[in-house]
Nanobody, 118 residues
Framework: QVQLMESGGGLVQAGGSLRLSCVFS????????MGWYRQAPGKKRESVAL????????YYADSVKGRFTISRDNAKNHAYLQMNSLEPEDTAVYYC???????????WGKGTLVTVSS
């Protein structure tokens, strides 16, 4: 059974940086597309950044382009989200997701809270 666990959230001032990590277990990590999503209070969950199995293709939401960077280390079964120039609007619970295209399976972590103070 695939399991995901996020870490690295916390409280940071506007303009600061955080690096989120997601550890993957229970499957072949390199077979999964990975993504970071977030859900702010009272809002729907939205995609933030996605990365392909080999890491060559990435996608970013317009709101984070140029500030966030998604990456992965297939040898360590980890995915990362480097967040720079954080804004109060980035405050949310951030979730890691793994998607296996061949079987249309997706898995989610429990989330890590990021709070950006102004």
């Amino acid at each position: 059974q695939v399991q995901l666990m996020e870490s690295g959230g916390g409280l940071v001032q506007a303009g600061g940086s955080l690096r989120l990590s997601c550890v993957f277990s229970g499957g072949a990590f390199s077979s999964y597309n990975m993504g970071w999503y977030r859900q702010a209070p009272g809002k729907k969950r939205e995609s933030v950044a996605l990365i392909s199995q080999g890491g060559l293709s990435t996608y970013y939401a317009d709101s984070v382009k140029g500030r966030f960077t998604i990456s992965r280390d297939n040898a360590k079964n980890h995915a990362y989200l480097q967040m720079n120039s954080l804004e109060p609007e980035d405050t949310a619970v951030y979730y890691c997701s793994a998607y296996l295209m061949s079987s249309n399976e997706d898995y989610w972590g429990k989330g890590t809270l990021v709070t950006v103070s102004s």
